[in-house]
């Protein structure tokens, strides 16, 4: 099993930053990509960032060039950082795992809040 804990989340104004941060631990050795997912209220969780064991990366059009996902093997942590912020982002943001490189929904973290005020 794997276990996702998520930090960095918080309130912030629009056009600021915030890094979300989303350390794993117990068996991760299995894992290989990891990424993250937004729910905003009322509406449906969608992927926002992926990044493969082998450093591929995605991201929703709506953050491209706004966000950046990376990963630090060596910690076993997956980081989002979020530049220009806009109301729109405001979400639960959730962490997960995969076994694969081809999904990304073996293991989810609890999820921290965003909210950018306009």
């Known amino acids: 099993q794997v276990q996702l804990v998520e930090s960095g989340g918080g309130l912030v104004q629009a056009g600021r930053s915030l890094r979300l941060s989303c350390a794993a631990s117990?068996?991760?050795?299995?894992?290989?990509?990891v990424g993250w997912y937004r729910q905003p209220p009322g509406k449906q969780r969608e992927l926002v960032a992926a990044i493969t064991s082998y450093g591929s990366t995605t991201y929703a059009d709506s953050v491209k060039d706004r966000f950046t996902i990376s990963r630090d093997n060596a910690k076993n942590t997956v980081y989002l950082q979020m530049n220009s912020l806009k109301p729109e982002d405001t979400a639960v943001y959730y962490c997960?795992?995969?076994?694969?490189?081809?999904?990304?929904?073996?293991?989810w973290g609890q999820g921290t809040q965003v909210t950018v005020s306009s």
């Open positions: 997960a795992a995969d076994r694969s490189d081809f999904v990304l929904d073996d293991y």
């Open positions: 117990g068996s991760v050795f299995s894992i290989k990509a």
